[in-house]
């Protein structure tokens, strides 16, 4: 095989895997991260909090914050927290709270 004809398959490799990740793949993909994550939220009216975390492709997940309402009706409507974790190989969401994350109010 010549060197420019294996330079440029090399070169087109590279170049095809630059653009795996365009924009609209990321929007899509936090769309299908967001619907799995509120629909594995225990939380009544489960909204995302912010941008969801990217791990690193070796980790495997995607992090995402929610916030809604406890459906308990003990619970009153109070809101709540949960972090959820989204796995990127087998796609599934699985959901614990997380309400220390929300910062106390100091009365003063």
């Known amino acids: 095989m010549k060197i420019s004809t294996l330079t440029f398959l090399c070169l087109t490799a590279l170049a095809s ?9 990321w929007a899509a993909y936090d769309k299908v991260v967001i ?42 409507g109070l809101q709540g927290s949960e972090l959820c974790l989204y796995n990127k ?10 309400d220390s994350i929300r910062p106390t109010v100091n009365a003063q």
């Open 17 to 25: 895997q630059a653009h795996a990740s365009s924009p609209d793949a």
């Open 89 to 98: 190989k087998s796609k599934i969401a699985y959901v614990t709270e997380w």
């Open 35 to 76: 619907a799995s994550c509120t629909k594995a939220s225990g939380l009544k009216n489960a909204k995302p909090v912010g941008n969801a975390a990217q791990f690193d492709d070796r980790v495997g997940y995607t992090a995402l914050l929610l916030q809604g309402q406890y459906p308990q009706k003990h619970m009153k």
